[in-house]
């Protein structure tokens, strides 16, 4: 069951380009302004084929001037979206919650490591402008296929100078995770924010360093993946169902849309609760969630239906048809 949002009006300000598809959106609230704090997100409701949805966007900086600021990556096989926040122009109002966090910031430890894939540099970009403002000793590793890529990145480097390191791929470099989780300090903490490969990859090596789990810190975003996405077919022999998944749709959505009733949350793959148990997969299970262990991911017995896929073919799963909707009904219960 989804969160309870206290909705609030905004007006689009300015928009700004920061590559060619990651766009800077300036909110101004009409209402009350509430202070983000350091990795907080905005809620903000889109339009997707008619119908409303819900978005979450990591708030850019600390917005001192009353205006929330958030950047959006215009993605290839978007669900819709993104296309829907860059087709607002300034002017055009938007319906977002006030800021919520569920990536916070720890002040008072004595190191940090910021690591940042692509987009995921949003929130580690509030973070390190915070740590810097403290006077905190941290490092911030910024990760992108090419130059063209970067976005804020011009920003990092006049707030934290040399502690920036950028690592792009087209020049033949990658992060060597453990070799910065070893230059930390050992009561110092580990943010990451990126791709599910990059997360999965900080988690197996903070883990190997025998460092406190409690000190690792982690976001994702459910667009991301180990495949690219594709249509695939759901079966649920129980109910007697098969349900195609086009690719800019979610598991969860095409399951809800054919009456199949579900519990759900987060829809970032972080609570589990919309997870349901694999009979048989044709294809490669792309799990993009947080949730299951790497051992749970390996013997495929279930999967969050919120953000993971199969790479074609079909997926057999069970789920128990909990509530009958009635005709005309929409939502969860």
């Known amino acids: 069951m989804p969160e309870v949002i206290d909705w609030r009006e905004g007006v689009i300000r300015a928009t700004r380009d920061l590559t060619p598809r990651v766009r800077m959106i300036e909110i101004d609230p009409k209402g009350d302004f509430v202070q983000p704090s350091p990795g907080s997100h905005l809620n903000v409701s889109v339009v997707i084929r008619e119908r409303p949805d819900v978005r979450s966007y ?30 607002l122009v300034p002017g055009s109002r938007l319906t977002h919650s006030a800021p919520a966090n ?15 894939g692509g987009i995921g540099v949003t929130p580690i970009f509030s973070h390190a402008l915070a740590l810097a403002e403290a006077g905190a000793r941290f490092r911030v590793v910024y990760a992108c296929r090419s130059r063209g890529d970067l976005a804020l990145a011009q920003e990092l480097e006049a707030s934290v100078g040399d502690r920036l390191d950028i690592v792009l791929t087209e020049e033949g470099r990658r992060v060597d995770i453990a070799a910065a989780i070893a230059g930390l300090d050992p009561q110092g903490e580990f943010y990451v924010c990126g791709p599910i490969g990059m997360l999965e990859a900080a988690k197996r090596c903070w883990g190997a360093s025998g460092r406190p789990a409690d000190r690792l810190r982690f976001e994702t975003f459910g667009s991301s993946g180990q495949y690219p996405s594709v249509p695939f077919t759901v079966r649920i022999p129980r109910l007697g169902k098969e349900i195609v998944v086009p690719a800019n749709q979610t598991m969860l959505e095409a399951l809800e849309a054919s009456g199949v009733e579900m519990i759900f949350d987060c829809l970032r793959g972080e609570c589990g609760l919309c997870a349901l148990p694999i009979l048989k997969a044709d294809g490669p299970v792309d799990h993009r969630d947080v949730f299951l262990s790497e051992a749970e991911k390996t013997q495929n017995a279930k999967l969050c239906t919120c953000v993971s896929r ?5 997926i057999s799963v069970d789920t128990a048809d909990r509530w009958h ?9």
């Open 102 to 116: 569920h990536f916070g910031l720890a002040l008072g430890r004595p190191d940090y490591l910021l690591l940042a």
């Open 325 to 333: 909707r009635p005709a005309g009904r929409e939502g969860t219960p």
């Open 310 to 314: 199969v790479c074609g073919g079909a």
């Open 58 to 87: 990591s708030i850019v900086g600390p917005c001192s001037d009353g205006v929330y600021r958030i950047a959006v990556k215009l993605l290839a096989d978007s669900r819709g979206g993104s296309a829907y926040m860059w087709s």
